[in-house]
């Protein structure tokens, strides 16, 4: 009997854990996760951000802290569940009216809902195509500011 209880534990121990992500295969959208600091296992699937009418890209990093599922305690089975903060990979806005985007490079986006302002920066060029028209439009006043202001086809 106490042969059962033991096995029922470690289904129980294995159902939920806290791992770090210690390798990644963007190209498949998969991780190997240490839990414990034990040796990583066997590649698991990274969750995606789907919607109807969008698909979303979010690369993880080696040293990212992950929540694993694994389905009737098995780790082979194991999925990504939650990605958590850490000191090594902190939150990029500790202000709760921001919602931010933040690129290594330091490029961002950030929505500020106090003062409803959009802002984008890019670290290198920004570029802005469409298929159909752009269009500016604006209830206040619109300003350029830059070392020289070109008008001409072609481009960037």
Not at 39 to 66: A, C, D, F, M
Not at 71 to 97: E, K, R
Request: aromatic share 4%; hydrophobic share 40%; charged share 15%.
């Amino acid at each position: 009997m106490s042969e059962n209880i033991a096995e029922i534990l470690r289904i129980l121990q294995n159902m939920i854990a806290i791992g770090t992500i210690v390798d990644v295969d963007h190209a498949n959208a998969r991780a190997k996760v240490s839990i414990n600091d034990g040796e990583p296992g066997r590649w698991i699937p990274i969750p995606g951000s789907v919607g109807k009418n969008y698909r979303g890209t979010n690369h993880l990093r080696n040293g990212t802290q992950v929540l694993v599922g694994s389905p009737s305690g098995d780790p082979a089975n194991g999925v990504i569940l939650q990605v958590f903060y850490s000191d090594a990979l902190p939150s990029v806005s500790t202000d709760g009216a921001i919602d931010m985007v933040q690129w290594n490079d330091g490029t961002t986006v950030t929505y500020n809902t106090s003062n409803k302002r959009l802002e984008l920066h890019s670290s290198g060029d920004l570029v802005v195509s469409a298929d159909g028209a752009i269009g500016i439009q604006c209830l206040g006043d619109l300003w350029l500011d830059a070392a020289h202001i070109h008008a001409q086809e072609g481009g960037i």
